[in-house]
Every structure is written in C-alpha cells, then in structure tokens.
C-alpha cells in the first residue's frame, strides 16, 4: 500500500482522537500504521535525507498543521488531544480535511498569511496548498531532481572524456571511495601496453595487502557477458581474485549473471549511471555551490525546572 501523504492522515487522526483521549505522537503513528495496513519496510522507508522514516514525517506535519488551526490541542509535551473545535469539525462529517479544509480557522489562515508574500494569497500559496508533500518532502524531491539532473550531465561529460582521462577518472574515484595506495601507485599500470587486459591496478587498503585490478571502459551500447569474460580472463592471468569493472553503458542479463557465479573470483559492475552517482557522493568532478541546513525546534531546550 502506497505511504499515506500528510494530508491523506488529517482526517484518520481526527476520527482518532475523537473519542476525547490523549495520545502521544508514537501512539497515533502506531494506529494510523494499522489504519493504513502498512508494512515493516514502509514504515522504515526513509526520506530523501536518509534521517527520517517518510511515514513518521507524514504524521507529524499533519499533526502539526492539526494543531495550527486547534483542531487538536497539546495538554503536555508530545501529547495531543482533541479540542472542542475538533469535535465540531468532525459533526459536520467532512469528506476530507486537508490543508484548504484548514484555512476556515482563523489562526491557521493567520498563520498562513504570515509565511507568504505580503498576506496575500499567491498562486504559489494555492500550490502549496493543493500539494501531498511535507516541506521535508518538497526539499528532498527538490534535491533529487538536481543531483538526477547532474548525473546524466556528468555522464555526458564522460562519455567525451579520451580513453586515458576515463581510466584515472575511475583510479581517482576509488581513492576517494578509501582504498589504499596513491594514483602515482595506479597511475604506474594504466595505459601500459601488454598489461593482460587491465586498466588499472589499486591497493585495497594503505598496507597493500590485497590488490584491485580494474577494466575501465566507455562502452557503446549494452556490456556484452564476453567482455566482462574477458576481464575474468585477465585476473586469472595475473593471479588476482579481486576486480571492478567500470563502464559508461550497462550490462546485459548474461554478464551479470556471470559475475554471480564465477566461484572464488569477486567482480563488481558499475554501469554509467552507478558511476556518476558515486563520483557525485565522492567530489569527483563536481564542486558543491550551496549547503542548506535543515533545522527542528530543540524541545528540551524550553523546558523550564
């Protein structure tokens, strides 16, 4: 079942909390987890931040604009109860309560009024109203699309990049990434002619106790399984158990298939998109412009003895 949106729990919640008890927040997302039939995996399902499970998002702003318009009331910290404009609310058996439902009250639309431009209702205020995503949601759909965005302009880039630059893109990548060793040390095997089939060579840890070989190619089309054979082929000539092949495109079934069967050998694909992601996650080739904070009122800091 898809994760209810913010919106889409005002309404559960209210009927709810109408029989008049208190709930704390964890009680309330627990019964609009059973509500919605929700499994395990999509109550953990997080946000984009990777911080928060989405459901637990969802609940709280509903919740939170709930409290807005005093359809519910906190009696104590973390604990909410419905008002008796809540009661009245949920009399006139509305089909749904949402964001517009809420602009009838008077400290919402206050509240409202205040966050947009002059007080004045904006066609951006009618969007926002209109929109299933939690501000959280909104950045990080926000943020998703750009770094989509980037990546395929960075494998763009890469794809014209000369077969040279390709290989001590990727030796680069997996030193950011934490293995051993210095691109001078891999720099050392890459391009060299009669290196057996491998691109480049990079020490697993700082010590060099184990090796990685690596085949770095921008592929035109589909990686083929001999290809990725091929490769196998090469570690086995040069006594390695370890490699990682880098490509530009993807891989067909057969080739990934091959590589989860080959026995003692450990080979990992990385296809064009996976590539650019990682360079993205590791500075390679990017440069960050900006650096938003996402901040949360500290509860305990007003707390007063």
Known sequence: MPIPDFQS????????????????????????????????HERNELLPSGTVPRFDNNVSWALSYLSMAILLTKPS????????????????NPPRIDMKFLTRFPEYAERRRRATHGGEQ??????????????????????EQLRETLAATILDRVKQCSPRFFERLVVELLLKMGYGG????????????????????????????????????????????????????SLDYHSAKKGVFISTSDYTSD??????????????????????????????GVSTVATYAVKKIDSDYFEEE
Request: charged share 30%.
């Open 255 to 284: 080739a990934r298939q091959f590589v989860s069967r080959i026995g003692e050998k450990k080979i990992v694909l990385i296809d064009g998109e996976e590539l650019a992601q990682l360079m993205i996650d590791h500075d390679v």
């Open 77 to 92: 910290r973390g604990v909410y109860m419905i008002s008796d404009r809540g009661l009245e609310a949920l009399a006139g």
């Open 182 to 233: 210095t691109l001078r040390d891999a720099g050392q095997v890459i391009g060299r002619s009669g290196d057996g089939g491998i691109d480049g060579v990079i020490k697993e840890d700082k010590l060099g106790l184990d090796v990685v070989y690596i085949q770095a190619k921008r592929w035109e089309g589909t990686v083929p399984v001999n290809a990725v054979r091929d490769f196998s082929g």
């Open 122 to 143: 904006t066609a951006e205020t009618t969007v926002e109203i209109q929109q299933h995503q939690t501000p959280e949601e909104l950045i990080g759909s926000g943020y």
């Open 9 to 40: 729990l005002m309404l559960p919640i209210m009927r709810l909390m109408q029989d008049k008890e208190t709930r704390k927040q964890a009680m309330i997302r627990d019964a609009m987890g059973k509500e919605f039939d929700l499994t395990e």
